[in-house]
T-cell receptor, first 114, second 113 residues
C-alpha cells in the first residue's frame, strides 16, 4: 500500500537556521504530494503542494520539489523563525477506487529557539 | 470565511456514556471528513460524506456513528467507547469529494475513562 516516511523529531533549530525535513514515499502511479503544518492546538493547514514530477511547491518561504527518481519531497526553508514551531506532515494523494485517498506521514515536530 | 469549527474542544466521557461531536463549515463545501489522530501519529481517515451521503467508511467500529444533517454540519455520535478510542478527532471539508484542498478544524480532544 501507499506509505510516507519522515523523521519524527523533534528537530530543534536556532532562529535563522536552515531547515530540511526529509520525506520519502511509496506509491503506485503518480501521486500528488503535500506538506501540511499543525500549530499547537489547531487543525492541519495545507502549506504547499506539487502535482507532478519536478514541480516545486512554495509558500511562506518553505519549498519542496517533487523528485520522482528518488521518490522524495523534502521540505526546506532558508531561515526559520520561532513562529515556524509546529508539527509538519508530509502526505500523498492518489486515486484509489474512485476516491482520492490521502496518506499522511508520522509528522515531524520542529522547535525553533530564539 | 475559511473556517471549520468543532465543538466541544475537550470531552471526557465514561465507557457507558453517549456523546456527540459537532463540526460546522460555511464555505459551501460538499465533502466533509472525520479523522482520528492519536498522539504522535498522523491523522487516520474514518468517514467521508459527499453531498450529505456517506461515501467512505474506513471499517470504523459501530460505536462511532456519523451523521450529516445538512451540507454545513457533520456530527459524530459516540456510544460505548473504549479507553483506546481516546484521541484528537479532526473534522475537515473540501469543495467536492476530491480532497485536494482540505480545510481542517482544530479538533476535539476526547478522553474515555
Amino acid at each position: 500500500g501507499d506509505s510516507v516516511t519522515q523523521m519524527e523529531g523533534p528537530v530543534t533549530l536556532s532562529e535563522e537556521a536552515f531547515l530540511t525535513i526529509n520525506c520519502t514515499y511509496t506509491a503506485t502511479g503518480y501521486p500528488s504530494l503535500f506538506w501540511y503544518v499543525q500549530y499547537p492546538g489547531e487543525g492541519l493547514q495545507l502549506l504547499l503542494k506539487a502535482t507532478k514530477a519536478d514541480d516545486k511547491g512554495s509558500n511562506k518561504g518553505f519549498e519542496a520539489t517533487y523528485r520522482k527518481e528518488t521518490t522524495s519531497f523534502h521540505l526546506e526553508k532558508g531561515s526559520v523563525q520561532v513562529s515556524d514551531s509546529a508539527v509538519y506532515f508530509c502526505a500523498l494523494k492518489r486515486n484509489s477506487g474512485g476516491y482520492q485517498k490521502v496518506t499522511f506521514g508520522i509528522g515531524t515536530k520542529l522547535q525553533v529557539i530564539p | 470565511d475559511t473556517e471549520v469549527t468543532q465543538t466541544p474542544k475537550h470531552l471526557v466521557m465514561g465507557m457507558t456514556n453517549k456523546k456527540s461531536l459537532k463540526c460546522e463549515q460555511h464555505m459551501g463545501h460538499r465533502a466533509m471528513y472525520w479523522y482520528k489522530q492519536k498522539a504522535k501519529k498522523p491523522p487516520e481517515l474514518m468517514f467521508v460524506y459527499s453531498y450529505e451521503k456517506l461515501s467512505i467508511n474506513e471499517s470504523v467500529p459501530s460505536r462511532f456513528s456519523p451523521e450529516c444533517p445538512n451540507s454545513s454540519l457533520l456530527n459524530l455520535h459516540l456510544h460505548a467507547l473504549q479507553p483506546e478510542d481516546s484521541a484528537l478527532y479532526l473534522c475537515a471539508s473540501s469543495r467536492n469529494r476530491d480532497p485536494y484542498e482540505q480545510y481542517f478544524g482544530p479538533g476535539t480532544r476526547l478522553t474515555v475513562t
